[in-house]
């Protein structure tokens, strides 16, 4: 996350990004985030991927990022922000940071998996043993298939695991590689989870803790009052001469 109110990050700098966010010789992260003023809103939030390319939606940064904004006393309880993919509206409420997240118009079915976007492409599948998988290869797989390859997606397996509760691990697409939690993707498997039959809230395991995901359905693949529902805290601070 960089405070760039005052604009001091070079933009559009995909080797910089590239750098900050090399676990070995940079900084490490899964992605980078800038804050920045916005004339209309609170906030605008601009996240770039890992591989420094302008990313799309990003669920749990945007949570990481009204975080941020009310440590950096740029909102109170409440944001209205600017992302990639338009509007969101967000509350804090100790740990946990309530995301609302765009409606969802339509949900493709793909033989027995489903694609959506959620602010970013999501390809599901759902499996038997999401924890025994190897989410790499088989992610990989999708990821560069001929239907995917100009755009590329994003790949989540998603076990379910209770009576509104499922397990997902996500192949990231601009990480090229499975992360600990992507919150557009468990936005994504939680409403595909709906549609098979699932209540809202859904309860969300992902390999770095869980969400919730509380949604409504308003038609054959159609969503709105989507909400990402999970914490967010500060790790570290620090500065860096770019
Ligand atoms: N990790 C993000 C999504 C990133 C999506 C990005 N990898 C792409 O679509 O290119 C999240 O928490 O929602």
Redesign the pocket.
Known sequence: MIDNRKMTFPGENEALVKHLCDRRTGVGA??LILLQDHPDYDFEMVYY?ADGRV???????ARCTVRFARQLGVIEDVACFLAADGEHQASVERDLIQLKMNDVKQVERIGNDYYLNTG??HYIRFVDDVQGMDVYEEGRAIRYNDRFAAVGT?VNFVQKIGENEIFVRTY????EDE?L?????VTAAALVAGLEGMQSPVKVKVLGGELQVAFERTGEGSFKYIYLIGPAKQVFTGSVNV
């Open positions: 899964d992605g991927n990313g799309s939606m990003c669920g749990n940064g970013s492409p994003n990231e697409r601009g990480v992360t939690s992507c919150g557009t993707g």
